[in-house]
């Protein structure tokens, strides 16, 4: 199995910024993409940044500029740099990792826990 636990969330004002951070954990033999959905209340969840194992990136046109994705392969832990942040940015955020399992090798996709922000004055 391979846990994801996040951190950083929190409240802050509009153009502040946070930074989320999502380490992974378990049995695995390597960890390839990794990266941050966020779900609103009354939306679906959505892709926010994706980060490759090499470290090619995509980001949702929402957040392109604002938002930085970087990991470190040697703690199987990703980050999300929020910057410029906006009311409508309010949501849970949950890191979502594809780890590749040992014995069968086959990738299997894990969820975190979640980890709310709110952009409030």
């Known amino acids: 199995q391979v846990q994801l636990v996040e951190s950083g969330g929190g409240l802050v004002q509009p153009g502040g910024s946070l930074r989320l951070s999502c380490a992974a954990s378990g049995s695995f033999v390597s960890i390839n993409a990794m990266g941050w959905y966020r779900q609103a209340p009354g939306k679906q969840r959505e892709l926010v940044a994706r980060?490759?194992?090499?470290?090619?990136?995509n980001y949702a046109d929402s957040v392109k500029g604002r938002f930085t994705a970087s990991r470190d392969n040697a703690k199987n832990t990703v980050y999300l740099q929020l910057n410029s942040l906006k009311s409508e940015d309010t949501a849970i955020y949950y890191c979502?990792?594809?780890?590749?399992?040992?014995?069968?090798?086959?990738?299997?996709?894990?969820w975190g826990q979640g980890t709310q922000v709110t952009v409030s004055s």
């Open positions: 980060i490759t194992s090499g470290g090619s990136t």
């Open positions: 979502n990792a594809n780890a590749r399992l040992p014995y069968t090798l086959r990738v299997a996709e894990y």
